[in-house]
T-cell receptor
Framework: AQSVTQLGSHVSVSEGALVLLRCNYS??????LFWYVQYPNQGLQLLLK??????LVKGINGFEAEFKKSETSFHLTKPSAHMSDAAEYFC??????????????FGKGTKLSVIP | DAGVTQSPTHLIKTRGQQVTLRCSPI?????VSWYQQVLGQGPQFIFQ???????GRGNFPDRFSARQFPNYSSELNVNALLLGDSALYLC??????????????FGEGSRLTVL
């Protein structure tokens, strides 16, 4: 079984400040980890993903995340927040099931507000 | 190229009714998945279909069913609607059935309100 915990359902930052959204996962096998963003009344857009290899992953819009196995964490960061970053962010986990199936387990989400 | 398209975008039903939601995947994608997103929660996996075969089912009652057509489009059916079925239903497509190295592309969803 796998699960995702996102600490903080709502985070507020000032424009230009560091964005840090926290995600911890539980997985019995090596996980694949994802961050998705959801703007109001829209679907989910992939920001970045970790599968194997380099533990620091860079995504779109200046976001990055670091996979830390010892801490079972995959926190999302951005050095400088922009107003357009205001949205809801979801961390998700899956595992490699080979060619069988593909199921994501999502966290409850963190709503990011950016204060001008 | 068109992304994942879903219809209808919004609908209102009453308890006990049945609903059918439709999804067209990205051209060339053979796998379609359905997720339910209740207000204030993350999406929850309902079904995955690949080449018209069910490849996965989440923890949902038998009132939920789905199918995939030869053109890879898909329908999600929910019978005997309950108030708790009110949610955003997201469809996602992917090139292949499995492998976390792939990517799920999500549609904008169908928002179902049950009164």
């Amino acid at each position: 079984a796998q699960s995702v915990t996102q600490l903080g359902s709502h985070v507020s930052v000032s424009e230009g400040a560091l964005v840090l959204l926290r995600c911890n996962y539980s997985s019995s096998v090596p996980p694949y980890l994802f961050w998705y963003v959801q703007y109001p009344n829209q679907g989910l857009q992939l920001l970045l993903k970790y599968t194997t290899g380099a533990t620091l992953v860079k995504g779109i819009n200046g976001f990055e995340a670091e996979f830390k196995k010892s801490e079972t964490s995959f926190h999302l960061t951005k050095p400088s927040a922009h107003m357009s970053d205001a949205a809801e962010y979801f961390c998700a986990v899956t595992q490699d099931s080979g060619a069988g199936s593909y199921q994501l387990t999502f966290g409850k989400g963190t709503k990011l507000s950016v204060i001008p | 190229d068109a992304g994942v398209t879903q219809s209808p975008t919004h609908l209102i039903k009453t308890r006990g009714q049945q609903v059918t939601l439709r999804c067209s995947p990205i051209s060339g994608h053979k796998s379609v998945s359905w997720y339910q997103q209740v207000l204030g929660q993350g999406p929850q996996f309902i079904f995955q279909y690949y080449e018209k075969e069910e490849r996965g089912r989440g923890n949902f009652p038998d009132r939920f069913s789905a199918r995939q057509f030869p053109n890879y489009s898909s329908e999600l059916n929910v019978n005997a609607l309950l108030l708790g079925d009110s949610a955003l239903y997201l469809c996602a497509s992917s090139l292949n059935a499995g492998g976390g190295t792939g990517e799920l592309f999500f549609g904008e969803g169908s928002r179902l309100t049950v009164l």
